[in-house]
Every structure is written in C-alpha cells, then in structure tokens.
C-alpha cells in the first residue's frame, strides 16, 4: 500500500466551488469549504434539476450518488438536513449537496436521476420522518412492522416507547409498553481506573471478601482470602539436622560384629556328673 488512505485531490476545493456557482446560478443558496471538504447548500425545490447539472457539467462531473445521511437541529426553524454525498470518478473528488426541511415539507426525490437512493430516502425518512417526493416506495426499512417516531430524532427516546416480544401465553409477538429493569444512572467522565470519589449503590459488596475462586475489585495487598478465617496457622517446619564432622556420623569406623551362640541340642549328655548317666 502506497498511502494509509485513498488519493484525495483536496486542492481541487477552489475551482470545484467556482464551477458549481457558475453551473447552479440561483439554485445555489451558499458553498462552503471547511475541513477541506466542499458543501453546497442547494434550494430544496430546485434540488433534482442541481443534481443533473452537478453530473453532466464539464469540470464538476459527480456521476456517483455515494449516500444519503440525516441530520437534525431541533433548535432550527428547519430542523432537518439532507445531506448527498456525491463522487466524481474522472476528477477523484466528492462533495456535499445539503438541503433543509422541517417534519411537513417534503424533499423531492432523486431517484430519477440516481435509482439507488431509493433505498437512502427510506432510511432517512425512518430515522427522521423527512418525506420524499416522488420515491416510488417509500416505507419504513430499518425499524419494525407497526413502529411509531423515529429513533433518530433529539426529541424521540433512545429507549422507544414501545418494546416487542413473543409471548408465550398467547403464541404470538405482543407489543408492550418499555418496562426497564432499572434506571438509568446518571454517570461523568472521569475514569474508571482512576477510580471515582463517590461511592455508587452495590459498591460496598466489592469492599467484602467473595466467595473463593471469585473475581474481586481490590488491591493484591487488600485480599483477605474467603477461608482465611477457617485456615489455621501451621506449625514451622523442625530445625533440619546438620554434622560438623565425620566423627558426629560415625564415617569411617568399623562396625563390631556380634558374636553368635550354639544353642544346645537335645542329644547333648548334660556334663553335670550324675545326671543322665547309669549308676
């Protein structure tokens, strides 16, 4: 690989700025260059005729509609944008096309001049509720059967209103209002391995000796082991037994050998004069 990233021919922001405002005329409403990347801030009713001048002008040449991404300002009177992300192939260069909309005015579809943003529209409108004029199927694609808001707005809970499940007592998917099995808490962003000056709900179980073999929060230095207290203290290993010299193991000394006795038969004549003999 020559470059960590793919070419981008960033230098070509200027001109690129310069012929889209000569090509769009009055359709243009501002073009930017920040973070060097070029934004073109189109009317919304004029889009779909920006989009063919933006691909068959010579010098600009976007023939490729890369993707269709939301954003929402709630703060705005038109608190959403469309955002194009469009690709020339002959001049390795992209752009930006945004438009604005509120939850009423719809944006008109590109389809006509781009048949795969059917299929972005759709997701924009789930995620955001903007409506696309002239999409020839414009459904929900990411959320489920019978779904109501859209996740992707500020004002919509991350948590939805409504959750799905099977039910086992009625053979079939239920739909019930979001229980939580607990509150959210409410965290900073300090460090976890720094550790935090508070002491949250459940911390204290950490400061007590677990279960042996169980993981525990504390130092190496602060275990005290679970069967520490049934454990009793063994006594010290004896004094192991060490020689001076050879004189203290006896090296070098013959052993004596013990003598051995005939024990008596009992055909031997008893030498005592007058017993066992004829008198």
Known sequence: ??????????????????????A????????QDRVGEVALYVAREQLVPAMIALRDTPGLEYQQLMDIAGVDYPDREERFECVYMLLSMTRNHRIQVRVTTDEEKPVP???????????PEREVYDMYGVLFDGNPDLRRILTDYGFRGHPQRKDFPLTGYVELRYSEEEKRVVYEPVQ?????????????????????PGDEKGMLPEAKGAPTPLKADDIQKADAAKAKKAAPPPTPKTTESPAQT?????????KRTRKPK?????????KGQNQ
């Open 180 to 200: 939580l099995a607990q509150d959210f808490r409410t965290f900073d962003f300090m460090s976890p391995w720094e550790g935090a000056e508070y002491i949250l």
């Open 109 to 119: 579809s590109v389809t006509g001049v781009w048949p795969v943003a059917g299929w």
């Open 24 to 31: 769009l005329g009055p359709m243009l409403v501002r073009a």
């Open 1 to 22: 690989m020559r470059a960590p990233a793919p070419a981008y021919a960033a230098d070509l922001n200027g001109e690129t700025i310069e012929a889209a405002t000569k």
């Open 266 to 274: 009992k055909t031997d004549v008893d030498p005592t004069p007058g």
């Open 250 to 258: 006896g090296e070098g000394k013959a052993e004596a050998k013990p």
